[in-house]
């Protein structure tokens, strides 16, 4: 097999080795983020400087979401700009002023840079900042990359985090610790945990992202952060270059995950620990009711993970310790050893990590093990279908709200529906 180099984890004692794997991709673009952003940041307006290719795939990946006033768009780089025939900036600067005059609801502008943007060399950063002087105050406007050769699916969440990192005021280093969640979640979830969080005693918590752009918490050295998403690697070093500390913690999915998600950051703000112990075990035992039937479905099911949404890890480990399930192999886009080093240390020994991807080796792979399940990305899911295997699209992991002891049943319905309906179809 080629381009594949095992390498080791440095991490306490994990020994799991992972794969190196370098080839051709079958990964959504970081523009993909825009569909669960714009829903998110209620204020916010994502201009994609790019090309048709652009605008079909957020047209395709938004699908039913699009809504009479949609807060994103894409600015088409034509052959005129590609020729150098236009000053592109020109161009930008008058979409971005009619844009502006005909929607006064936006305070936030993102300009979203794409392949095209990056092959003809456009500066984002400096059409954001001349863009910001003109219509500062009562409009930001900032940038980041989704482009395909730089990003994959996720990532253009962490880029676009990771750009409005330098809008959280300062807080005073003799202010009060406070707790800041980071990562999109569904409004719902937020508001579940908002209110667990106050049940357990932290009555200071802020959300990164927030739903509006002007509701920003401010940050520094007594900040603690605690990651909700395992992507946002840019996103995490920006806000420790802001003096924030991340709090260590496996991923709140499952009713395990998330527990230990609650409970470091109870022990990190000194809360008394048998409080906690009391109101997570009320939790965790009406999550485990809510499991049973799929846990009935899914236990000694193979599942095979290609790298798409870089939630692949977390989702094993749930599969796996709360589901029965044995995941025989976990390809992720990027490892980020450290933001995973307590999931990692919950898997179980025998898995082959694979990170980056060949996806012809891939499917190589996958079709030696047959799998009861395979989670994928879109463009997999049919060819994988018409070889008579089980799939789950990885992109309805992102949309769906699967976090918190509330969403657990939901997030193993996802895995177990699919196995239901293969059966349904074969009796
Ligand atoms: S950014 Fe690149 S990969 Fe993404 S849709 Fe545009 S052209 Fe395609």
Same mark, same amino acid.
């Given at each position: 097999?080629?381009?594949?180099?095992?390498?080791?984890?440095?991490?306490?004692?994990?020994?799991?080795?992972?794969?190196?794997?370098?080839?051709?991709?079958? =990964?959504?673009?970081?523009?993909?983020?825009?569909?669960?952003?714009?829903?998110?940041?209620? #204020?916010?307006?994502?201009?994609?400087?790019?090309?048709?290719?652009?605008?079909?795939?957020?047209?395709?990946?938004?699908?039913?979401?699009?809504?009479?006033?949609?807060?994103?768009? $894409? /600015?088409?780089?034509?052959?005129?700009?590609?020729?150098?025939?236009?000053?592109?900036?020109?161009?930008?600067?008058?979409?971005?002023?009619?844009?502006?005059?005909?929607?006064?609801?936006?305070?936030?502008?993102?300009?979203?840079?794409?392949?095209?943007?990056?092959?003809?060399?456009?500066?984002?950063?400096?059409?954001?900042?001349?863009? %910001?002087?003109?219509?500062?105050?009562?409009?930001?406007?900032?940038?980041?990359?989704?482009?395909?050769? !730089?990003?994959?699916? $996720?990532?253009?969440? @962490?880029?676009?985090?990771?750009?409005?990192?330098?809008?959280?005021?300062?807080?005073?280093?003799?202010?009060?610790?406070?707790?800041?969640?980071?990562?999109?979640?569904?409004?719902?979830?937020? @508001?579940? &945990?908002?209110?667990?969080?106050?049940?357990?005693?932290?009555?200071?918590?802020?959300?990164?992202?927030?739903?509006?752009?002007?509701?920003? *918490?401010?940050?520094?050295?007594?900040?603690?952060?605690?990651?909700?998403?395992? +992507?946002?690697?840019?996103?995490?070093?920006?806000? !420790?270059?802001?003096?924030?500390?991340?709090?260590?913690?496996?991923?709140?999915?499952?009713?395990?995950? $998330?527990?230990?998600?609650?409970?470091?950051?109870?022990?990190? &703000?000194?809360?008394?620990?048998?409080?906690?112990?009391?109101?997570?075990?009320?939790?965790? *035992?009406?999550?485990?009711?809510?499991?049973?039937?799929?846990?009935?479905?899914?236990?000694?099911?193979?599942?095979?993970?290609?790298?798409?949404?870089?939630?692949?890890?977390?989702?094993?480990? +749930?599969? %796996?310790?709360?589901?029965?399930?044995?995941?025989?192999?976990?390809?992720?886009?990027?490892?980020?050893?450290?933001?995973?080093?307590?999931?990692?240390?919950?898997?179980?020994? #025998?898995?082959?990590?694979? !990170?980056?991807?060949?996806? @012809?080796?891939?499917?190589?792979?996958?079709?030696? *093990?047959?799998?009861?399940?395979? =989670?994928?990305?879109?463009?997999? /899911?049919?060819?994988?279908?018409?070889?008579?295997?089980?799939?789950?699209? %990885?992109? !309805?992991?992102?949309?769906?709200?699967?976090?918190?002891?509330?969403?657990?049943?939901?997030?193993?319905?996802? +895995?177990?529906?699919?196995?239901?309906?293969?059966?349904?179809?074969?009796?």
């Amino acid at each position: 097999m080629n381009n594949v180099v095992p390498s080791g984890i440095a991490s306490k004692d994990f020994s799991i080795p992972v794969i190196q794997e370098r080839g051709q991709r079958e =990964v959504f673009c970081g523009l993909t983020g825009i569909i669960w952003l714009h829903r998110k940041i209620h #204020d916010a307006f994502f201009l994609i400087v790019g090309s048709r290719t652009c605008a079909h795939l957020m047209q395709s990946a938004a699908g039913v979401m699009i809504f009479a006033e949609p807060r994103f768009a $894409t /600015a088409i780089i034509d052959e005129r700009d590609l020729a150098g025939l236009a000053d592109v900036n020109d161009e930008l600067d008058r979409i971005v002023e009619r844009l502006l005059q005909r929607r006064s609801d936006i305070r936030l502008l993102f300009l979203v840079g794409s392949c095209p943007s990056e092959v003809i060399k456009l500066d984002l950063s400096r059409a954001a900042a001349r863009l %910001s002087r003109k219509f500062l105050p009562s409009v930001r406007v900032l940038n980041y990359s989704g482009s395909g050769i !730089e990003t994959t699916f $996720t990532q253009g969440e @962490d880029a676009c985090l990771a750009s409005m990192a330098p809008l959280l005021a300062g807080a005073p280093a003799n202010e009060a610790p406070s707790l800041l969640i980071v990562g999109t979640l569904a409004d719902v979830v937020e @508001d579940q &945990f908002q209110r667990l969080f106050a049940e357990l005693g932290i009555d200071k918590v802020r959300f990164f992202p927030p739903r509006t752009s002007t509701d920003l *918490a401010s940050i520094g050295p007594n900040t603690r952060y605690l990651l909700a998403q395992p +992507f946002l690697a840019d996103a995490a070093r920006a806000l !420790e270059e802001r003096g924030a500390v991340r709090i260590a913690a496996p991923f709140p999915l499952g009713a395990e995950g $998330t527990s230990l998600w609650f409970k470091a950051a109870c022990d990190a &703000f000194g809360i008394d620990s048998e409080h906690v112990q009391k109101v997570l075990a009320a939790k965790i *035992a009406r999550v485990q009711l809510s499991l049973a039937p799929h846990r009935e479905r899914l236990a000694g099911k193979t599942v095979f993970f290609f790298p798409d949404s870089q939630l692949e890890i977390p989702l094993a480990r +749930f599969l %796996s310790r709360e589901l029965g399930m044995r995941p025989v192999e976990i390809g992720i886009p990027f490892l980020h050893r450290k933001h995973l080093a307590e999931e990692l240390e919950m898997l179980p020994p #025998d898995i082959r990590i694979v !990170e980056g991807q060949h996806v @012809d080796n891939q499917l190589d792979r996958c079709r030696v *093990a047959k799998p009861d399940l395979v =989670v994928c990305g879109l463009g997999l /899911a049919n060819p994988l279908e018409a070889l008579g295997m089980t799939t789950k699209w %990885s992109i !309805e992991l992102v949309f769906t709200p699967i976090q918190g002891f509330e969403q657990a049943g939901d997030l193993a319905g996802l +895995f177990s529906r699919p196995l239901q309906r293969r059966l349904k179809l074969a009796a």
